[in-house]
């Protein structure tokens, strides 16, 4: 359950809408359940904002398995979405990707033993002219070297201290 001011959030984003088209909320308020719930979606999650927005839950599950931005599942505290499309590959994504798991000792969709970081590899996030890049909560981290990768992590690493 939301807290109550969370409740009003919500409250407050399907009034945005016209009566009726209260669905029109579903990505904010999702947006909101994983930053409320952990930094992911579960079943649960997931029906309960289909009840809030008075929708089924199969309208819920469609647009959050849709989007690389919902977590299906439980992620570290710092989720390393690298970029892997066309003009990313092309500036050397690949072996970003490669150099993250092996540093991190995972692979693409796991998290480290420590709940610290998750790589996650996303289509296009727009910032082509940056290549290679990723985001790293609501920030971009562009032009990445394995250095600048380490970089990333020991400030992560700090952070956590
Ligand atoms: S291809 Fe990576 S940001 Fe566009």
Not at 5 to 23: M, T
Not at 48 to 63: D, R
Request: charged share 25%; with cysteine.
């Amino acid at each position: 359950m939301f807290s109550e001011e969370k409740l009003n959030k919500v409250k407050e984003i399907i009034a945005r809408y016209p009566q009726g088209k209260q669905k029109s909320a579903l990505l904010p308020v999702l947006h909101l359940a994983q930053e409320e719930f952990g930094g992911w979606l579960s079943a649960e999650t997931m029906d309960y904002v289909a009840s809030l927005l008075q929708i089924t839950p199969i309208e819920v599950y469609e647009v959050a398995t849709f989007y690389s931005m919902f977590n299906m599942k439980p992620v570290g505290k710092h989720v390393f979405e690298v970029c892997h499309t066309g003009p990313c590959m092309l500036r050397g994504s690949d072996n970003i990707i490669d150099y993250i798991k092996k540093k991190l000792n995972i692979g693409v969709g796991e998290t480290t033993q420590d709940g610290l970081f998750t790589l996650k590899t996303v289509e296009c996030l727009g910032a082509c002219g940056y290549a290679p890049m990723m985001q790293l909560g609501k920030h971009f981290r562009e032009h990445l070297t394995p250095e600048k990768v380490d970089e990333i992590i020991n400030e992560c690493r700090a952070k956590a201290n």
